[in-house]
């Protein structure tokens, strides 16, 4: 009777170090990139998060037929709108802090014609168009308000 080669099952020492070398080499170059992505993907989300607070307070002029003014302030990183209840905690008024999560961005500038509050009428017409500029890390997203449409954008 003839016997059948016996099958070793398994991965030598040798193996599993190379296939270790391997994984942490990728992950050396993965991290970096994840964390540049992560960056970008916190600034598009805080622009984002300003573009819809400004179309919230254009909507809301409109439709109350009052005057809505957001206010930035550089120096705390926060924006607020004044006379808007926060939807989270409905006794405090609608402010955001740009540099806590999810965002940790810093508020570089706010410029509407020399100001930097923007104050919709109740049209929902801007008193002037500007700009909101972001940063992290070295990288910088600007959110722009029309002028005469009042339509926030991110270019």
């Known amino acids: 009777m003839r016997r059948r080669p016996t099958s070793r099952e398994g991965f030598s020492l040798v193996e599993l170090m190379l296939t270790l070398a391997i994984v942490s080499v990728l992950a050396v170059m993965a991290v970096p990139r994840y964390a540049q992505a992560l960056r970008r993907y916190e600034l598009d989300l805080a ?26 302030s550089a120096d705390t990183g926060r924006y607020i709108l004044a006379g808007m ?37 109740g049209f929902g017409l801007p008193g002037s168009g500007g700009q909101v500029i972001l940063s992290h890390s070295g990288s910088y997203r600007t959110v722009l308000l029309d002028g005469e449409t009042g339509e926030a954008s991110l270019p």
């Open 47 to 72: 622009a984002r998060r300003v573009a819809q607070d400004l179309q919230l307070a254009r909507d809301r002029a409109r439709l109350t037929e009052q005057s809505q003014t957001v206010t930035f």
């Open 85 to 121: 209840s926060d939807p989270d905690r409905p006794e405090q008024t609608y402010s955001v802090d740009l540099g806590d999560s999810p965002y940790g961005v810093k508020l570089v500038q706010a410029d509407f014609g020399g100001s930097p509050a923007v104050t919709f009428n």
